[in-house]
């Protein structure tokens, strides 16, 4: 199975702040990579596939980069709709797995 | 407008059985591939199954491998997910999704197992 390392598991932040995620892969995914916004009490959202696709209706200042076991998510600018949680998912191969999140909170 | 909409959850006690259901319209769900996922209250997010259209591979976690059972009626375009011998470690919400590469979510149901 492959193992998705996500770090770090929370951070604090300012609004206007840039703010970068990574997930690590055990192995080669290729870009097989998508990224997740989750709020509380709420269904996830897609943010990214594909490792760097922006999901339709997801604002410019989401971004994803990487490639085979290296990826990032990266926030340009801290929005106070932002504070949530995010997750990494591998969809290279079954088990589908996802990264351990990460909490994005109000500094 | 893709929607997913499940149904089926709530309280069970340890070693029971439950049924979970995924109404999914505004898309051709016959020719694609859907998803359980679960989130365990307070905890991140675990892939628990997935169905490829015409059912043809079926691919599950191992911790539920031999008690849960996805299945599909491409008709009713709907998904389903049967849940026997259900543990405490089993409670969660449960979230239907759509896509080898889960794009869209429902909102989830909840299912406690607990005596």
């Known amino acids: 199975d492959i193992q998705m390392t996500q770090s770090p598991s929370s951070l604090s932040a300012s609004v206007g702040d840039r703010v970068t995620i990574t997930c690590r892969a055990s192995?080669?995914?290729?870009?097989?990579l998508g990224w997740y916004q989750q709020k509380p009490g709420k269904a996830p959202q897609r943010l990214i596939y594909?490792?760097?696709t922006l999901h339709s209706g997801v604002p410019s200042r989401f971004s994803g980069s990487g490639s085979g076991t290296e990826f990032t998510l990266t926030i340009s600018s801290l929005q106070p709709e932002d504070f949530a949680t995010y997750y990494c998912?591998?969809?290279?191969?079954?088990?589908?797995?996802f990264g351990g999140g990460t909490k994005v909170d109000i500094k | 407008e893709v929607q997913l909409v499940e149904s089926g959850g709530g309280l069970v006690k340890p070693g029971g059985s439950l049924r979970l259901s995924c109404a999914a319209s505004?898309?051709?769900?016959?020719?694609?591939?859907m998803n359980w996922v679960r989130q365990a209250p307070g905890k991140g997010l675990e892939w628990v199954s997935s169905?490829?259209?015409?059912?043809?591979?079926?691919y599950y976690t191992d911790s539920v491998k031999g008690r849960f059972t996805i299945s599909r009626d491409d008709a009713k375009n709907s998904l389903y997910l049967q849940m026997n011998s259900l543990r405490a470690e089993d409670t969660a919400v449960y979230y239907c999704?759509?896509?080898?590469?889960?794009?869209?979510w429902g909102q989830g149901t909840l299912v406690t197992v607990s005596s």
């Open positions: 999704a759509r896509d080898g590469w889960i794009d869209y």
């Open positions: 505004g898309f051709t769900f016959s020719s694609s591939t």
């Open positions: 169905i490829r259209s015409s059912s043809s591979y079926i």
């Open positions: 192995q080669g995914i290729r870009n097989d």
């Open positions: 594909a490792a760097s």
């Open positions: 998912l591998q969809h290279n191969s079954y088990p589908r797995t």
